[in-house]
Each structure stands twice: as C-alpha cells, then as structure tokens.
C-alpha cells in the first residue's frame, strides 16, 4: 500500500496517516470534506532569518515568531497552517486565481483571455469568483501562466485556458479547442474554457503547475508530466514555438514519466524545473531527500550533474537535510528543513537565494544570470521555528508562512530584489497559501476561509475575493 493516504476532515482538523503517523492541524472553515495531500546556486544556501512582529513587520532577526494582528493569543493554541507545502485548495496564475469550495467546486477570477477562468473567453477580467462548470469533485488544484487543471475525488485531472504548448493534456487545436486572440496583433491560438479530462494518466494524489507544464504525483510515488517544458530537451516531445510560453522548450502533449524518481510524498513544480520530497525508506531515499529534473541552468537541478545543461532524469541532492516543504521558482528552488532552516539553490538574480547577489560565495557576477550560491553545512542561520510553509511557482521569488496566519516574500518582491524577507501588511491571519506562478499571490483567511490575494513588489494593498459563484459563462 502506498505511503500517500487519503485525509478527511474531522470537525477543523484534518488527521493525515503517512507511514503509520499521525498529524494534526486546522485548516480553512470551508475546505473541503475530503482531500489529498502528499505527508543561481549549484549548492543550497541559508536564507536569512525572519522575525514577525506583532504588527506584522520583518526585521531579520531570530526570535520567537510573535502573532500578528488578529492571530489568537490563547494558551494552547493550535497552528493556523494546514500544510507543509502550498494548500491544494487555492493557486494563482499569471494573472487569475482559483479555489476550491467545502463541495468540491471549483471558483475562478482574473484574466480570462484564454477561458482561464472557465468562461467564454474575453478580454474583461472578472473581479469575483465563478464556478468552472465540468469539473468533478475537485481537490487540489494547479495553475500555469494561462491555464488551470484540477485533480478530483476520482484521482483523475481536467484542464482548461490556453493550449498552445500542449498544455491541457492533447495536442493543439484538437479535443475540442476553441480559437483565442494571441499576444501578438493577429495572433490566434488554441485555447478551451471547458475543462478537458487528461487521458492516460494514472489515479494521481498530487498536483503543480508553472509557465505552460502540469506534473501530478500518482499513487505508486511516480510522476507524470505534460506541456512545455522550458529549457527541456528529450526525444519523448517536440520542439516548442506554437507560442511565447513554449519557446525554447520542449513539447509533450501526452503524459510521460519522470525517469529515476520513485516514493515521491511532495511535488513542487517551476519555470523550467521541477522537485520531489522522496519518502524514507524509498529506493531512492537519503532520509526525506530531495529530488529535481529539468534544466539545470543555474544549478537549479543538480550541483555537479549535468552543468548548464538539461536534467531528464531526477537527481538527489545530497546537500539538503530532511526537508518538509518545498518552493520552486525561474531558475531556483528552496528546500524547508525539518528543523525550520531554509536552504535555497539555483539562480539568484533578484537576491532570492537570501543573501544579495554576487556575495556569500555566489558562482559568477552579480546582476542578471549572475551565477550560483554556496550552501555551507556547518551554517546555523535560520528562519524563526514559526516558519512551517514555503510557496513558490513559476518567477524569481518565494513565500513564507508563519504559524502566527503572517506571510513573508524574499527575491523578486522590488525593483532591485530583497534578500531579507518582507512582511506582507494589510493581511488578516492565514492558514494557506497557494502556490502561484508570476508576481499574484493568495492566501486563505484562517477565520472564514476566504482568499486574499496580493502582486508583490505593489503598493497595493491585499484584496479579498468575492467567493459566491454564479455557474459562470
């Protein structure tokens, strides 16, 4: 039987068995009733340690992780966060978001020019959330720049939006595409706002997306993928070029299997690379071990493997310590250590490595594509112990989640990069993030489970979202 099991909720507590354990924790008040969940620098780096204040804001410094405005304060209470990783139930793309109500429906808003948000097609953004009709039962979901997939009760995956890059599972302007408007003046290019169910997937558990790729986490512990790629080269797809998201990529319109990779518990996907926690005991296990494939640009992939190439198979990097969460980005991922160190490898352009770039032994020059950082292993540097949740997607930055519901952003949060992490004000307590991919980023509300969503790097303040869906167009 596969270490991966089904959670229900009990009350606003879910009870999650993984090798025979047993953890709580509350989540949203309406997630819903059953769901799934899984338990540039060539070497990882610390990130710098992160304090929240009771007023929400971030001064660098250790300490104990004092709760923001409106977190309960009561003796013996529980977390907020639900997970150790982004929340199945909420995730945003390039400019659109979708949640998961308590009945398993599926709600969106923003961008809908490629059917995105699960209406006809339009250049109107569509400020509250709408139903997306033809879904099953959804669980989890998973957002790219222009398309969304949802995984059901059923462990099987639909997808809608743009369909240049293969990626709602079949082959462009096929399985009943319609005709969007492109970038480009005159453009046009295949699209669906009628989720389409992926074939030849087996029952999945887990799902992620970034820029035009989906991978999903099946039971056996293997994953599948299917899209574009970025960066990627295998004689599995074909070459990309039917659109801007697609370029220099390789293509895959059907799933295919992610060589080497086996035991898989978590699944985080980015830009042009993708990472697995492998549970212990796994064949390809060093302890709740890290795994990553595609390109390897930045020593995104691997520190030695591959160099400035194309990983197709995955790789264990030995350098990380027993992980909990993961974020992937463009270029670079960041590992949450079981003792709340966070180590991050790959590109650090926009300081998103936590330190600034080009310094702490960075490979290469500062400023754009200015190389790799350097993990040390005898570093004590830390995150506060009330850092339980990291979230990326498919750009250059990265969230934290505090167990006080406050939420922090390093890397491409400005106009020059932060490599100290920035408190995000205006927020109520969260117990979720969702896992986004361009600069929109959600979280759910702990008090009333509703998404509150912010651009980083904007003066705007957060925003929440209309949840009440109308069965959309």
Same mark, same amino acid.
């Given at each position: 039987?596969?270490?991966?099991?089904? %959670?229900?909720?009990?009350?606003?507590?879910?009870?999650?068995?993984?090798?025979?354990?047993?953890?709580?924790?509350?989540?949203?008040?309406?997630?819903?009733?059953?769901?799934?969940? +899984?338990? @540039?620098?060539?070497?990882?780096?610390?990130? +710098?340690?992160?304090? %929240?204040?009771?007023?929400?804001?971030? =001064?660098?410094?250790?300490?104990?992780?004092?709760?923001?405005?409106?977190?309960?304060?009561? +003796?013996?209470?529980?977390?907020?966060?639900?997970?150790?990783?982004?929340?199945?139930?909420?995730?945003?793309?390039?400019?659109?978001?979708?949640?998961?109500?308590?009945?398993?429906?599926?709600?969106?808003?923003? =961008?809908?020019?490629?059917?995105?948000?699960?209406?006809?097609?339009?250049?109107?953004?569509?400020?509250?959330?709408?139903?997306?009709?033809?879904?099953?039962?959804?669980?989890?979901?998973?957002?790219?720049?222009?398309?969304?997939?949802?995984?059901?009760?059923?462990?099987? !995956?639909?997808?809608?939006?743009? *369909?240049?890059?293969?990626?709602?599972?079949?082959?462009?302007?096929?399985?009943?595409?319609?005709?969007?408007?492109?970038?480009?003046?005159?453009?046009?290019?295949?699209? @669906?706002?009628?989720?389409?169910?992926?074939?030849?997937?087996?029952?999945?558990?887990?799902?992620?997306?970034?820029?035009?790729?989906?991978?999903?986490?099946?039971?056996?512990?293997? !994953?599948?993928?299917?899209?574009?790629?970025?960066?990627?080269?295998?004689?599995?797809?074909?070459?990309?070029?039917?659109?801007?998201?697609?370029?220099?990529?390789?293509?895959?319109?059907?799933?295919?299997?992610?060589?080497?990779?086996?035991?898989?518990?978590?699944?985080?996907?980015?830009?042009?690379?993708?990472?697995?926690?492998?549970?212990?005991?796994? +064949?390809?296990?060093?302890? *709740?071990?890290?795994?990553?494939?595609?390109?390897?640009?930045?020593?995104? !992939?691997?520190?030695?493997?591959?160099?400035?190439?194309?990983?197709?198979?995955?790789?264990?990097?030995?350098?990380?310590?027993?992980?909990?969460?993961?974020?992937?980005?463009?270029?670079?991922?960041?590992?949450?250590?079981?003792?709340?160190?966070?180590?991050?490898?790959?590109? *650090?352009?926009?300081?998103?490595?936590?330190?600034?770039?080009?310094?702490?032994?960075?490979?290469?020059?500062?400023?754009?594509?200015?190389?790799?950082?350097?993990?040390?292993?005898?570093?004590?540097?830390?995150?506060?112990?009330?850092?339980?949740?990291?979230?990326?997607?498919?750009?250059?930055?990265?969230?934290?989640?505090?167990?006080?519901?406050?939420?922090?952003?390093?890397?491409?949060?400005?106009?020059?990069?932060?490599?100290?992490?920035?408190?995000?004000?205006?927020?109520?307590?969260? *117990?979720?993030?969702?896992?986004?991919?361009?600069?929109?980023?959600?979280?759910?509300?702990?008090?009333?489970?509703?998404?509150?969503?912010?651009?980083?790097?904007?003066?705007?303040?957060?925003?929440?979202?209309?949840?009440? !869906? =109308?069965?959309?167009?």
């Amino acid at each position: 039987m596969h270490d991966l099991a089904r %959670v229900s909720l009990l009350g606003s507590v879910v009870a999650l068995a993984l090798l025979g354990s047993a953890a709580c924790w509350k989540v949203a008040p309406d997630s819903s009733d059953q769901i799934f969940l +899984e338990g @540039s620098s060539a070497e990882s780096t610390l990130v +710098e340690s992160i304090l %929240v204040t009771a007023d929400g804001a971030a =001064d660098g410094s250790a300490g104990d992780g004092d709760l923001a405005d409106g977190a309960a304060d009561s +003796e013996g209470a529980s977390p907020l966060v639900i997970a150790p990783g982004a929340s199945p139930l909420l995730a945003t793309g390039a400019a659109f978001g979708c949640r998961i109500d308590a009945a398993g429906a599926v709600g969106c808003w923003g =961008d809908d020019g490629f059917g995105q948000v699960g209406s006809t097609p339009s250049t109107v953004s569509i400020p509250d959330a709408q139903q997306v009709m033809g879904v099953p039962t959804a669980v989890a979901l998973a957002l790219g720049d222009s398309h969304a997939c949802a995984l059901t009760t059923g462990h099987a !995956v639909y997808c809608w939006g743009l *369909n240049d890059a293969y990626q709602l599972g079949h082959p462009a302007a096929t399985g009943g595409d319609q005709i969007c408007l492109g970038a480009a003046p005159g453009q046009t290019v295949p699209c @669906s706002s009628n989720p389409t169910l992926v074939a030849d997937l087996p029952d999945a558990v887990a799902i992620a997306a970034a820029g035009a790729w989906t991978c999903i986490l099946a039971t056996d512990g293997t !994953v599948r993928c299917w899209g574009a790629v970025q960066g990627m080269a295998s004689d599995a797809g074909v070459g990309c070029g039917l659109g801007t998201q697609a370029s220099g990529g390789t293509c895959y319109a059907a799933p295919y299997t992610v060589a080497g990779l086996g035991g898989a518990t978590l699944l985080a996907v980015g830009f042009d690379h993708a990472c697995a926690i492998v549970a212990a005991g796994a +064949e390809s296990d060093a302890g *709740n071990q890290v795994s990553c494939w595609g390109s390897n640009a930045e020593g995104q !992939v691997s520190p030695s493997a591959c160099p400035q190439s194309t990983c197709t198979s995955a790789l264990a990097r030995s350098d990380l310590p027993t992980t909990t969460s993961l974020a992937t980005g463009d270029r670079f991922s960041c590992a949450l250590a079981a003792d709340g160190t966070v180590r991050c490898f790959g590109d *650090n352009t926009f300081d998103q490595l936590g330190h600034a770039s080009g310094t702490s032994g960075d490979q290469g020059t500062a400023g754009p594509d200015g190389g790799f950082g350097v993990y040390d292993p005898a570093a004590t540097q830390a995150l506060a112990s009330s850092v339980v949740s990291l979230v990326g997607g498919g750009n250059e930055a990265v969230c934290a989640l505090l167990e006080s519901g406050a939420a922090e952003c390093w890397g491409d949060v400005s106009t020059t990069g932060s490599a100290t992490p920035v408190g995000v004000t205006g927020l109520p307590p969260l *117990n979720a993030l969702g896992a986004f991919d361009a600069a929109y980023v959600c979280g759910l509300a702990a008090a009333d489970g509703s998404p509150w969503c912010w651009t980083l790097g904007s003066t705007s303040p957060p925003v929440s979202i209309a949840t009440a !869906v =109308d069965g959309g167009g």
